[in-house]
């Protein structure tokens, strides 16, 4: 029996609804624990002692382990199969918590880094458990969902954790999240069975389909050969993309890590309405990352990057002349980074000639993009520090939005 066969064998509604309900709450844990500090990170600054480059490796950490530890989650899946894989990143993301969580610097740090791992191997097994176990029909309305999931993920948490910590601490503010991961484990469970899900045991593994949506390229990294690398790092548009792509991330990880302070000091807000305001920014991306595959029907790629640029721009330079308009700002720079990162994978596909290009070119465009990125909260709170305003961070990412806007349009000139 094929594998398409025996995915539209295997998921029927409702099955096929419960799986897609056990997906959504799983990427609600994706993204939510990531930015959960930045409402409440002057607060464990002042606590534990910690500075400006502490708190940025908050934020910084996780994504540079979706750079890095993409390879450990492709083997995770490769040996366990998917189910599992699921399950042991639900797990490493509920210890995470916990120990970020327990009060001093030294576990602040290394609940963080288990939480980062943990998402990564969420990030790259999800797309697979979509392709494998839905109809192609289905696979771009269950994605949709999915990457949809991952802001509100972001809004939730950027909206409650304030008023959580103003009524329980920061401690177990952060602690609460953790619920989501128990709640999304255990649907996940009766999704999928029980085991299948903890031994493993029934789990259908097929190493071919880790190839496949290419939010999971990344997990072919170890199949790729030095040759095929080496061709593509010759080509300008692999620079080019790599560049579009960190500029993207850059802005985004650092506005996310500290815009909520930034608000706080430059417009006045409290605590939890600056962590409301945030998440204006972040729930904004749903329209970003749904909006820009229909427009790439009937625009090109390189118009539709000038405009996530433009959009973009407004953000760090209204912060920076109007930061009372925050509202504004927040909106656009919301549908800009949803719809960066996506026209960036549709210029992807549209530039290469085969999936097994596809599959070389993201990984590279991804992991050199993301460890550039990681250093967006660190830079940005470390500008700050030394400059003692907000004019310098925002020139910062005003930059490296051009470097987007730039780097896009030279790369996808010629794509249609």
Request: proline share 5%.
């Amino acid at each position: 029996m094929s594998r398409r066969t025996l995915a539209r064998s295997t998921v029927r509604s409702p099955a096929a609804w419960f799986l897609t309900l056990a997906i959504v709450l799983i990427a609600l844990n994706l993204r939510g624990p990531i930015v959960a500090t930045a409402p409440v990170i002057d607060t464990i600054k002042s606590d534990l002692g910690i500075g400006a480059l502490v708190a940025g490796l908050l934020t910084s950490i996780p994504v540079l382990c979706f750079a890095l530890a993409s390879p450990l989650a492709a083997g995770v899946i490769g040996r366990l199969g998917a189910e599992r894989a699921v399950t042991i990143g639900l797990l490493g993301v509920v210890a995470g918590t916990l120990i970020r969580s327990g009060g001093s610097q030294a576990m602040l740090i290394v609940g963080t880094v288990i939480l980062g791992v943990s998402i990564t191997i969420g990030n790259v097994v999800l797309p697979v458990v979509i392709r494998r176990d839905f109809s192609p029909e289905r696979v771009g309305f269950v994605t949709g969902i999915y990457t949809s999931a991952l802001n509100v993920g972001s809004m939730i948490t950027s909206l409650g954790t304030a008023p959580l910590a103003d009524a329980t601490g920061w401690p177990l503010a952060l602690i609460i999240w953790g619920t989501f991961a128990v709640i999304a484990g255990g649907v996940w469970i009766l999704a999928v069975g029980i085991r299948p899900a903890v031994t493993g045991e029934g789990s259908r593994t097929d190493k071919d389909v880790v190839t496949g949506p290419i939010e999971v390229i990344t997990a072919s990294i170890p199949q790729v050969s030095v040759d095929d690398d080496r061709s593509l790092l010759r080509r300008a548009s692999t620079w080019g993309l790599t560049l579009a792509f960190a500029g993207q991330a850059f802005s985004y990880y650092g506005l996310t890590a500290w815009i909520p302070t930034l608000l706080h000091d430059e417009v006045g807000l409290s605590r939890s309405g600056a962590g409301a305001s945030s998440s204006v920014f972040q729930i904004l991306a749903v329209v970003g990352a749904l909006g820009v595959p229909f427009l790439a029907l009937r625009v090109r790629p390189v118009v539709i990057v000038g405009i996530v640029s433009a959009l973009w721009i407004v953000m760090p330079l209204g912060l920076l002349l109007a930061p009372q308009l925050w509202l504004l700002w927040s909106i656009s720079g919301g549908m800009a980074q949803g719809g960066g990162i996506t026209i960036i994978f549709i210029i992807i596909v549209r530039m290469v000639t085969s999936d097994r290009e596809a599959r070389r070119l993201s990984a590279l465009v991804q992991g050199g993009g993301y460890a550039i990125a990681a250093l967006g909260p660190i830079v940005v709170g470390a500008v700050h520090d030394s400059s003692g305003t907000w004019t310098a961070p925002m020139i910062v990412v005003l930059f490296s939005v051009l470097t987007l806007g730039v780097s896009g349009v030279l790369s996808a000139r010629r794509v249609r």
